[in-house]
């Protein structure tokens, strides 16, 4: 590593939360994705938390719109039977095409077995940087939308940026005692979307152009 690389880093705060607001749909249902593909992110199992987060795609008026789903598992009852078992559930009614998961975790073995297409997330600015940019997009477009749970509001305001001499980012804790498990599941969720992408290279102005390029980089970076 370069170690000269990564001493320049800055961090910034990520959101408007009146912008994550306008995403918000009460009446928005998992329900509703009945039988539909999916894919699901995973972030920060530990002794008393663990999120993820499934993400659903739909295409209005030759647009794609996503719908990301978080579930937050707290307490000190927590195992990683409890988060495989709600992953099966999610499975037998929708079709989960991936799972995305922070290598360092412990999930993956028993959801492998189960014949779930697990793929390491790297959880650096390199990994990150793409579907962040993206699912910015996307929710300053009204592209993106979400069901307005509060616990996954206070994640979301909390989201810092960290930006390598690269020009990646990647997300961080604004204040320490305040979690961002949420908001990393989605944005691990959104990337397995980007990478099951082909790009078209044949978009070349202006929004598309910048989108091509981010989907390109993600879809070479993950198997």
């Known amino acids: 590593m370069n170690l000269r690389r990564y001493r320049s880093l800055s961090t910034t705060p990520w959101l408007s939360m009146a912008i994550w607001n306008q995403c918000a749909d009460e009446n928005l249902d998992i329900a509703d994705f009945s039988g539909m593909d999916c894919h699901i992110g995973i972030d920060q199992y530990s002794k008393k938390t663990a999120c993820f987060s499934v993400t659903f795609k739909r295409r209005i008026h030759w647009q794609e719109h996503y719908y990301g789903f978080t579930y937050t598992h707290e307490g000190d009852g927590i195992t990683p039977q409890n988060i495989e078992q709600h992953i099966r559930d999610i499975a037998s009614k929708h079709n989960v095409i991936r799972i995305a998961y922070d290598p360092y975790q412990g999930l993956a073995d028993s959801l492998i077995s189960d014949n779930f297409w697990m793929v390491r997330f790297k959880m650096n600015a390199a990994g990150f940087s793409g579907p962040m940019l993206e699912w910015e997009e996307l929710i300053k477009s009204g592209h993106y939308h979400h069901s307005g749970c509060s616990v996954m509001a206070e994640m979301v ?32 969720s959104l990337g397995m979307w980007l990478a099951n992408k082909e790009p078209d290279i044949e978009q070349k102005q202006g929004r598309n152009q910048r989108r091509v390029a981010r989907q390109k980089a993600i879809f070479n970076h993950f198997p």
């Not at 930006?163 to 961080?172: A, E, R, T, V, Y």
């Open 157 to 188: 305001h909390n989201v810092a940026i960290k930006k390598n001499l690269d020009g990646h980012i990647m997300p961080i804790r604004h204040f320490q005692e305040h979690g961002i498990d949420g908001a990393v599941a989605q944005v691990m």
